[in-house]
Nanobody
Framework: QVQLVETGGGLVKPGESLTLSCEAS????????MSWFRQGPGPERELVAF????????KYRDSVTGRFTISRDNAKNLVYLQMNSLTPEDTAVYYC?????????WGQGTQVTVSS
């Protein structure tokens, strides 16, 4: 069965960094556009970043541009989100998503808390 497992979340202070990982099993991420979403206290799950199948195009929401970097290793079936200069507004549960013609799959999420 398909599984996406996010790891790397935790509690950090403002200005610090974290790297999230998303490990896929049961599918080949090379067939999917991979994305990171997050859900904070509000009801909306918002798109943070996505990366195309070959990794040649990446896009970010405005508030994380210049601070976050999405990357992928298709050979290892892994997707990463490097997060620098974290602020309390980045506090959320972060989700990995695989989307493509073969379906849409979500991970269970990993909590990121930024607090002094």
């Amino acid at each position: 069965q398909v599984q996406l497992v996010e790891t790397g979340g935790g509690l950090v202070k403002p200005g610090e960094s974290l790297t999230l990982s998303c490990e896929a099993s049961g599918l080949m991420i090379s067939n999917f556009v991979m994305s990171w979403f997050r859900q904070g206290p509000g009801p909306e799950r918002e798109l943070v970043a996505f990366i195309t199948r070959a990794g040649d195009i990446t896009k970010y929401r405005d508030s994380v541009t210049g601070r976050f970097t999405i990357s992928r290793d298709n050979a290892k079936n892994l997707v990463y989100l490097q997060m620098n200069s974290l602020t309390p507004e980045d506090t959320a549960v972060y989700y990995c998503k695989a989307g493509g013609t073969d379906g849409v799959y979500w991970g269970q999420g990993t909590q990121v808390t930024v607090s002094s």
